[in-house]
């Protein structure tokens, strides 16, 4: 059974930094991509960035565009999603998620594209 546990989220003020650890248990983690996604109240889940299976390649959503950086350290099973200049609408739990398919050559950006996920951890930015 493939396990994610989340990690790192808190309470921030706007202009502020967090990171966030995800550790993967039960597959072969480094066959696969992962993805960080979030769901603010009332809306959709979203995607916000993934790394594909080797880390050579990552994509981002345009909203955290060079403030979010995506990264993993296969040796560890670990996934981290590094956010700075965090604003109040990053507000949101954040999920992170692994491609169902292993060496996946196309990362994707919608939830169908993932099948197991982390139990989420909540980030919140003040103003």
């Known amino acids: 059974q493939v396990q994610l546990v989340e990690s790192g989220g808190g309470l921030v003020q706007a202009g502020g930094s967090l990171r966030l650890s995800c550790a993967a248990s039960g597959r072969t983690f480094i066959k696969y991509a992962m993805g960080w996604f979030r769901q603010a109240p009332g809306k959709e889940r979203e995607f916000v960035a993934a790394?594909?299976?080797?880390?050579?390649?990552?994509f981002y959503a345009d909203s955290v565009k060079g403030r979010f950086t995506i990264s993993r350290v296969n040796a560890k099973n670990t996934v981290y999603l590094q956010m700075n200049s965090l604003k109040p609408e990053d507000t949101a739990v954040y999920y992170c998620?692994?491609?169902?398919?292993?060496?996946?050559?196309?990362?994707?950006?919608?939830?169908?594209?993932?099948?197991?996920w982390g139990q989420g951890t909540q980030v919140t930015v003040s103003s």
């Open positions: 790394i594909d299976w080797s880390g050579g390649r990552t």
């Open positions: 998620a692994a491609d169902s398919i292993p060496y996946r050559a196309v990362i994707m950006t919608t939830t169908t594209g993932y099948d197991y």
